[in-house]
């Protein structure tokens, strides 16, 4: 069993920057593979970004490389999501996610708004 909690979220300008965090429950986090999705109102979830256990490979949906950041640390069972130059196209709810013995788990999500 994991728990996922996801926190900073919030209402901010277009240019702004904003981390997400999420801590996860579990001793065997450093193994856990990650991901952060959004999903926007009347639209599907979708990937925003992964890292692997490791933190050395990292993926990134094509509309937020060179914006956005995902790391982790394994020390303190978190993973992050910096976002820069946020747009208002990237208001959504964000959630993280891991897969687990090919279970999902997902946190609650925190809501994003990118808005003047």
């Known amino acids: 069993q994991v728990q996922l909690v996801e926190s900073g979220g919030g209402l901010v300008q277009p240019g702004a920057s904003l981390r997400l965090s999420c801590a996860a429950s579990?001793?065997?986090?450093?193994?856990?593979?990650m991901a952060w999705y959004r999903q926007a109102p009347g639209k599907e979830r979708d990937l925003v970004a992964s890292i692997s256990a490791g933190g050395g490979l990292t993926n990134y949906a094509d509309s937020v490389k060179g914006r956005f950041g995902i790391s982790r640390d394994n020390a303190k069972n978190m993973v992050y999501l910096q976002m820069n130059s946020l747009k208002p196209e990237d208001t959504a709810v964000y959630y993280c996610k891991t897969i687990l013995r090919n279970i999902e788990y997902w946190g609650q999500g925190t809501q994003v708004t990118v808005s003047s």
């Open positions: 579990g001793r065997a986090f450093s193994r856990y593979y």
